[in-house]
C-alpha cells in the first residue's frame, strides 16, 4: 500500500478519496486553484499545494495544469496520483506522464484510455467483440455536410455525442432534420470547450431508453470482476440526477449477461482499475415486462463514476479502497463468487440550480447549510442508511469556475420501498439557503408515481413535468403563519418573568394587532396578527385562523387553524426561508418604506441570468425579433445557455461581444419596441 498520494481533483471528489486513504493510514496531498484556497478539501488532506497559473480560477489554470500536478507529487513525495472523476481522470497523456515520472496512476493504463475513452473507437472495438450497438454513425469524417446525411439515414430523433465527452457535455437530441445543422455546432462547441476535441458521432435515440450501467473492477493479476449494476435512467439535460443500485425490474439473466459482456469489454483492453461499462436499454414489452428488455453498448467510462456510491452501499465494499490497493500491484480483495447484492440504494445529486427555470445554474453563498440527522459523513460504514458526500461547508460559495453540485445525498435500505422513504425524509431534512438548489424538485421526482412505481426511461422529467415544475409543496396559510410565529419567537424576552419585557399584546382595554406585509413569488399578502384574549389570530384574507407555536429543538411545532407542521424558519435580510416535512417555501417580510417604486417592470433589457462568457450573438442592431427568439448563447459551469428574446421588439444595441466575461445581472443587449 501507498503511504503518501496526491489528490488531483477538488470539493466532494477530493473529500472522498480523502476519506478513505485517511482510514487506511495513507497521508494526502491536495491541489487547489485560487478560487479554492480555502475549500474544504484544501483542509481534509495532510498538505496542499497550489497548482493555479494565471488568473487561477477556471480549471485550464489550475486542475488541468498536469504537469504542475506531477511536479506536485514529486516535491510532496507522494507515490500516486488519485485523479479522481472528472479533470484529468481519463486523460491518456497524463496518464502517460505520470507513468513517465515514476509516479504511480490510480487507474487504468493508457492505452486503455486510449481505446475506450473515444467513443466511436470505443464503439468499433465492441463491433468486432459483437456486443450490440446502436445503429449509427461512428466515422472519423467530420464534415458537417456528411453527418447531416449520415442523420437523414439513419432517421430521426437522432442523439448528436461529443466523441471525447462525458456528463452530458456535447450532447444534444434532434427531433427533425432542419435543427439538426445549429445543435451539432453547439455540440460542436462544447465539446472544443470541455475537451479539446470537436469530434462528435451521431446515433439512433432509443425510444422509451433506460440508462443501466454496470461497475468493472480489474486488477494486475489477471482477474476482473463486475459488482452489479446501476440504473441512472432520470436525466436532465443528459445529465442524471438520481442513481440506484440494483436497477428495478432487472432479471437475474439480464444482469448475469450484461455483467458478462461489461467484464468482456475490460478485458479486450486489458483494463486494470474502477471502470463503467453504459449500455441503453430498450424496454421493448413496455415498462412491465423486463424479460423484453434488449441492451446495446454505449460507452465505457475509464475512471470511477460520481454515483459509485450506491453500488458500494448494495456490496458492502468501499471501491476507493480497491483502487489503492489495486493500483499498489494487489490482487482484487472479492472474486465474482464473493459478490452480492444487500438491499437497495438510491443516490441524488444536490445541485445549485433553478429546476423551474429550465435548471439555470446558480451561484452564491451557502449562507446556512443543515443535513440529514443522523447522517454519515465519516466513512465507517458504506451501508449508513444515510450518507453525505460533500466538498462543501456553510459560508463556501457556489463558483461559476467549476460544475453546479453541491454535494450527493446517499440513502440504503433493505429493500427499494425503505430507500425511497429514507431519500424524502433525507431530503426533508437538507436546508439550503443563499441559492436555488434542486432540493425540493429532488422531492417531487422521488414521490412521482413514475418513480415509485420504477416505469424508468431517461424521459421520466418530461413525463412527470406537470407534477416537478412550479408546484407549491407548503400550504400558503402555513408559510405565513410560520414566518409570523418565528418573528414573533425571535422578539420574545429571554426573561420572561420581568413585567417590563414582556411582548405578548397585552392591552387593559381593547385588542391588540400587528400588521405584516409578506411577499410569496410576484404576489403581496397583507395579514394581521391579533392578540386576541383567547390566543393569538391570524388574519389572512379573509380567513381568521387561531395560531399557536411552541419551541422544540432549533425548530418551531407550528399550529394554524387545522394545518401543523414542524417548521424550520432561516431569515436571509428580508427573506424567510421555511422548511417543513412537507416541502420548502421562500417568503419576504416586505418593509414597505425600502420597496417605494419597486415592481414596475423593467423594458427592452436583457441581462446575463448567471455569471458566464458570451459565446454568440445570434442577432444583430436592426434585426426584428419574435418572443421566444434564440437572441445569444452564453456559456456558465461548462454548459452552454441559450438567451431568448422575452417579447416582440428591434435589437437596439449590442453591449458585448463574443468571448467577453459577464456577471450575473450584466445588460446583454437592448431590444427597442
Not at 483492453?269 to 449500455?279: D, K, L, P, S
Not at 400587528?514 to 396578527?529: C, D, N, P, S
Request: some cysteine; proline content about 5%.
Amino acid at each position: 500500500m501507498f503511504s503518501k498520494i496526491l489528490i488531483a481533483n477538488r470539493g466532494e471528489i477530493a473529500c472522498r478519496v480523502a476519506a478513505t486513504a485517511k482510514r487506511l493510514g495513507v497521508k494526502t496531498v491536495a491541489v487547489y486553484s485560487k478560487a479554492d484556497a480555502n475549500a474544504k478539501h484544501v483542509l481534509a488532506c495532510d498538505e496542499a499545494i497550489s497548482v493555479a497559473s494565471g488568473e487561477g480560477n477556471s480549471p485550464k489554470d489550475s486542475y488541468l495544469r498536469w504537469q504542475a500536478i506531477i511536479d506536485a507529487a514529486k516535491a510532496t513525495g507522494a507515490q500516486a496520483i488519485h485523479p479522481g472523476y472528472g479533470f484529468l481522470s481519463e486523460n491518456e497523456d497524463f496518464a502517460q506522464a505520470c507513468k513517465d515520472a515514476g509516479v504511480v496512476f490510480i487507474g487504468p493504463p493508457p492505452s486503455a484510455i486510449n481505446a475506450m475513452g473515444l467513443k466511436a473507437e470505443s464503439k468499433r472495438l465492441m463491433e468486432q467483440a459483437k456486443v450490440p450497438l446502436v445503429p449509427g454513425y461512428h466515422g472519423a469524417d467530420q464534415d458537417p455536410a456528411l453527418l447531416q446525411r449520415e442523420a437523414d439515414r439513419i432517421g430521426y430523433p437522432v442523439l448528436i455525442k461529443a466523441s471525447a465527452g462525458g456528463g452530458g457535455k456535447g450532447m444534444r437530441a434532434v427531433e427533425k432534420s432542419e435543427d439538426f445543422a445549429a445543435a451539432l455546432a453547439s455540440c460542436k462547441r462544447e465539446a472544443i470547450n470541455s475537451f479539446g476535441d470537436d469530434a462528435v458521432l451521431v446515433e439512433k435515440y432509443v425510444q422509451r431508453p433506460r440508462h443501466i450501467e454496470i461497475q468493472v473492477f480489474a486488477d494486475t493479476h489477471g482477474n476482473c470482476v463486475y459488482l452489479f449494476e446501476r440504473d441512472c435512467s432520470v436525466q436532465r439535460r443528459h445529465q442524471k440526477v438520481l442513481e440506484e443500485a440494483p436497477a428495478p425490474g432487472m432479471t437475474e439473466a439480464l444482469r448475469k449477461q450484461m455483467g458478462e459482456a461489461a467484464v468482456a469489454a475490460a478485458k479486450a483492453v486489458n483494463y486494470v482499475g474502477a471502470g463503467t461499462v453504459e449500455f441503453i436499454v430498450e424496454q421493448a414489452g413496455g415498462y412491465d415486462a423486463p424479460d423484453q428488455m434488449r441492451f446495446y453498448f454505449m460507452e465505457m467510462n475509464t475512471r470511477l463514476q460520481v454515483e459509485h456510491p450506491v453500488t458500494e452501499a448494495i456490496t458492502g465494499f468501499d471501491l476507493v479502497e480497491w483502487q489503492l490497493r489495486v493500483a499498489s500491484g494487489e490482487p482484487l480483495p472479492a472474486a465474482q463468487a464473493d459478490l452480492h447484492i444487500q438491499g437497495h440504494a438510491i443516490e441524488a445529486r444536490i445541485c445549485a440550480e433553478a429546476p423551474d427555470n429550465n435548471f439555470l445554474p446558480a451561484t452564491g453563498k451557502l449562507q446556512a447549510l443543515r443535513w440529514p440527522a443522523h447522517v454519515s459523513f465519516e466513512r465507517t460504514s458504506v451501508q449508513a442508511p444515510v450518507r453525505v458526500d460533500a466538498g462543501v461547508r456553510q459560508g463556501d460559495a457556489i463558483s461559476p469556475f467549476y460544475d453546479s453540485m453541491v454535494a450527493k445525498l446517499i440513502v440504503w435500505g433493505e429493500d427499494r420501498a425503505q430507500a425511497l422513504a429514507r431519500l424524502d425524509a433525507a431530503l426533508a431534512q437538507t436546508h439550503i439557503v443563499g441559492l436555488n438548489t434542486n432540493v425540493q424538485f429532488l422531492r417531487y421526482a422521488v414521490r412521482s408515481d413514475a418513480f415509485a412505481s420504477a416505469k424508468l426511461d431517461t424521459a421520466l422529467i418530461q413525463r412527470e413535468a406537470a407534477n416537478l415544475f412550479h408546484q407549491q409543496p407548503v400550504d400558503e396559510r402555513l408559510a405565513i403563519a410560520a414566518v409570523v410565529a418565528a418573528q414573533v419567537a425571535a422578539e420574545q424576552c429571554a426573561e420572561p418573568t420581568s413585567p417590563y419585557d414582556k411582548r405578548d399584546g397585552f392591552r387593559p382595554f381593547g385588542v391588540a394587532s400587528r400588521r405584516f406585509e409578506v411577499q410569496i413569488g410576484e404576489a403581496k399578502q397583507v395579514v394581521t396578527l391579533v392578540y386576541a384574549r383567547s390566543g393569538l389570530q391570524l388574519r389572512i384574507g379573509a380567513e381568521t385562523l387561531p395560531l399557536t407555536f411552541a419551541r422544540t429543538a432549533d425548530a418551531l411545532d407550528v399550529t394554524c387553524g387545522t394545518l401543523r407542521a414542524t417548521c424550520h424558519v432561516v431569515a436571509l435580510g428580508e427573506d424567510r426561508h421555511v422548511f417543513t416535512p412537507q416541502g420548502a417555501a421562500k417568503l419576504g417580510l416586505i418593509d414597505a418604506m425600502a420597496h417605494a417604486g419597486i415592481g414596475e417592470a423593467a423594458t427592452g433589457r436583457l441581462t446575463a441570468p448567471m455569471p458566464g462568457k458570451v459565446v454568440s450573438f445570434a442577432v444583430k442592431p436592426g434585426d426584428a425579433v419574435k418572443a421566444g427568439q434564440p437572441l445569444a448563447v452564453m456559456e456558465a459551469m461548462k454548459m452552454e445557455h441559450t438567451i431568448a428574446a422575452p417579447k416582440d421588439g428591434t435589437v437596439a444595441e449590442l453591449l458585448f461581444a463574443p468571448g467577453d466575461q459577464v456577471a450575473e445581472g450584466s445588460e446583454l443587449l437592448r431590444l427597442a419596441a
